[in-house]
C-alpha cells in the first residue's frame, strides 16, 4: 500500500483488496509463448567477417561514443557459439527464441547484392532452432542500418520505404518456410528519438525535421513489412514492436497532467496510432502536425496493417512535467520514490506494467505479446555462481502483473525476458548486466545466474 500512496496511483482493483495472483507457469494458460529476447547486433559480433556489410553502430562505437568505449565486433560472440547457447537455452526451459536479423549481413550495401555467407549464417541458426524445438520469432530491424543506406540519408530519406520493402521481401522469401513467428520492427519510438532527435544513439542525427521524418518513414515500413510478410509467408504470425511507459504527472494539477498527455502521444500512441487506421494523434500533440510536410497523397491509406500481435516492451514509467525544451519533460524517477533502481537507473516499477497493459488493450488489437522486459543489476561472480535475487523478485512481481491484467481480461499471449545473456546495451556499453545468463566477456564463458535457474523450474 505504501508504494500505492508514494505513486499516487487509483488502482481498483488493489485498492479492493491488495490482490496479487498467485504465480504459475500453468495460470498463464497451454498456449501462452515463453521466450527470451535478443539483438543481432548486441550480441552476434562477427562485424566484419563473411561479407557483412558496415551499420550506422559499426561507425557509431568506432568513433568513441560507447560509455566504456567498447563495441559490437565481439560481443557474445554468438555468430560462432549459437549451437551450444541455444542448448542452453533449451536446458532453461524456454521454447521460443527472438533474435533480429542483421540487415548489412544480408544485404551489405542495403540493397542490391546478397551476402550468401549471411544468409547462410542465420540458415544455420533458425534449423539448430527447430532441431532444438525451439520456436525461432524473427525481428526485421533492430537499430542496424546499413551504414551505405544512412549515407543517403536514412530513415530520413523516404527511399528508405523502398529498401526495406526490398530486404523484408528477401528475408521472408529465405526463411519464411521455417520462420513463422515475424515482427517487422524493435521499437521504432526508441530509434527515432535515440537516433534522430536526440542523437544518443547511432546514426547520432537531431532536430526535430529530421525526427518527423524518420517517424513518417517507419510508420510506413511498419505496414508495408507487415504485408510483405503476409504475402510471402504461409501460416504467419505477424506483429511489431512497441516501447511503452506509463506516464504520469509530478504534480496532480493541470499544466502537468497536460504534460504527461502530451508524453504519452510520444512514448505511447505515435506508433501504433497510424497503424490502427487512426492516423497521427496530432490533436493531442499539435507539433506533430509538421509531419504531414513529409506525407505524400495516398500515404493515409498505406499506414494501417492488421497485425496478429503487438509486442509491448516495458522498462520503466516516466513522470512528465512541463518545460520549454523539448516542451515536454520526463524523468523516470519522482525525487519522493522509495522504489528499487536498476543499473540503468530506472525505477522497478510492476504496477507500471499492469497499467500500460490495461492502456493498451483499450486498442482493437488481436494479441499482445510481451517482447522485451528485465533488469540490469549489478551482478557478481563468486565461486562459480552469481546470485541475484533482485532480479528474479523483479521477475516475480512483473509476471504477477501480467498475469493479473491477463485474469481482468487482457489478451495477453506471451512473454520474452530481455535478456538471455548478458549483452552489449548499446551506448551504455556492457556494464549493465541485464541477462538471465552471465557472460565473461574475457573468456566468453556463460554462467546461468540464479534467475535463470529460476525460470529453468519456472517453465519445467
Ligand atoms: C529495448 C531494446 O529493444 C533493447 O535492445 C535494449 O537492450 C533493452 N531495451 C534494454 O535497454
Request: proline share 5%; hydrophobic share 35%; net charge neutral.
Amino acid at each position: 500500500m505504501a508504494a500505492l500512496v508514494a505513486i499516487g496511483r487509483v488502482n481498483p482493483v488493489l485498492a479492493a483488496g491488495n490482490y496479487i495472483p498467485e504465480l504459475t507457469k500453468s495460470s498463464f494458460g497451454d498456449n501462452f509463448h515463453w521466450g527470451v529476447a535478443t539483438s543481432a547486433y548486441q550480441i552476434e559480433g562477427a562485424s566484419d567477417v563473411d561479407g557483412k556489410g558496415e551499420s550506422v553502430w559499426d561507425r557509431f562505437t568506432s568513433r568513441g561514443h560507447i560509455k566504456d568505449k567498447s563495441d559490437g565486433k565481439i560481443a557474445n560472440d554468438f555468430y560462432y557459439r549459437y549451437e551450444s547457447d541455444l542448448k542452453l537455452l533449451k536446458e532453461l526451459n524456454f521454447k521460443n527464441f527472438r533474435f533480429s536479423l542483421s540487415w548489412p549481413r544480408i544485404l551489405p550495401e542495403g540493397t542490391g547484392t546478397i551476402n550468401e555467407k549471411g544468409v547462410d549464417y542465420y540458415n544455420r541458426m533458425i534449423d539448430e532452432c527447430l532441431r532444438l524445438g525451439i520456436e525461432p520469432w524473427a525481428v526485421l530491424y533492430h537499430w542496424d542500418l546499413p551504414q551505405k543506406l544512412e549515407e543517403k540519408g536514412g530513415w530520413t530519406n523516404r527511399e528508405v520505404v523502398d529498401w526495406f520493402a526490398e530486404y523484408a521481401d528477401l528475408c521472408t522469401r529465405r526463411f519464411g518456410d521455417r520462420v513463422k513467428h515475424w515482427m517487422v520492427l524493435n521499437e521504432p519510438a526508441g530509434f527515432t528519438t535515440l537516433g534522430y532527435l536526440s542523437g544518443t544513439h547511432a546514426p547520432q542525427r537531431t532536430g526535430i525535421g529530421k525526427y518527423l521524418a524518420a517517424v513518417h518513414h517507419a510508420c510506413l515500413c511498419q505496414a508495408e513489412g507487415g504485408r510483405i510478410i503476409r504475402r510471402n509467408v504461409e501460416k504467419s504470425h505477424i506483429g511489431t514492436t512497441f516501447s511503452c511507459s506509463h506516464t504520469e504527472p509530478y504534480k496532480p494539477i493541470g499544466s502537468h497532467q497536460r504534460a504527461a498527455k502530451r508524453l504519452d502521444v510520444v512514448l505511447n500512441r505515435l506508433f501504433i496510432e497510424p497503424t490502427l487506421g487512426m492516423g497521427y494523434p496530432i490533436q493531442d500533440l499539435p507539433f506533430l502536425k509538421k509531419i504531414e510536410k513529409h506525407m505524400l497523397p495516398g500515404d493515409e491509406q498505406k499506414l494501417p496493417f492488421e497485425f496478429d500481435f503487438i509486442g509491448l516492451q516495458n522498462y520503466f514509467r516516466v513522470i512528465a512535467k512541463p518545460s520549454l525544451i523539448p516542451v515536454i519533460w520526463a524523468n523516470r524517477v519522482k525525487p519522493d520514490s522509495t522504489a528499487e533502481i536498476t543499473e540503468m537507473g530506472w525505477e522497478v516499477d510492476p504496477e507500471g506494467m499492469y497499467d500500460i497493459l490495461k492502456q493498451f488493450s483499450k486498442y482493437p488489437v488481436k494479441e499482445i505479446i510481451i517482447t522485451e522486459n528485465g533488469a540490469a543489476f549489478p551482478d557478481r561472480l563468486v565461486d562459480g555462481r552469481v546470485h541475484d535475487p533482485q532480479r528474479i523478485n523483479f521477475y516475480k512481481r512483473y509476471l504477477q502483473q501480467i498475469l493479473k491484467a491477463k485474469q481482468e481480461g487482457v489478451n495477453v499471449q506471451g512473454y520474452f525476458a530481455w535478456t538471455f545473456i548478458d549483452n552489449f546495451e548499446w551506448a551504455e556499453g556492457y556494464r549493465p548486466r541485464f541477462g538471465l545468463v552471465y557472460n565473461d566477456f574475457d573468456t566468453q564463458e556463460r554462467i546461468v545466474k540464479d534467475s535463470g535457474y529460476w525460470f529453468r523450474d519456472f517453465l519445467k
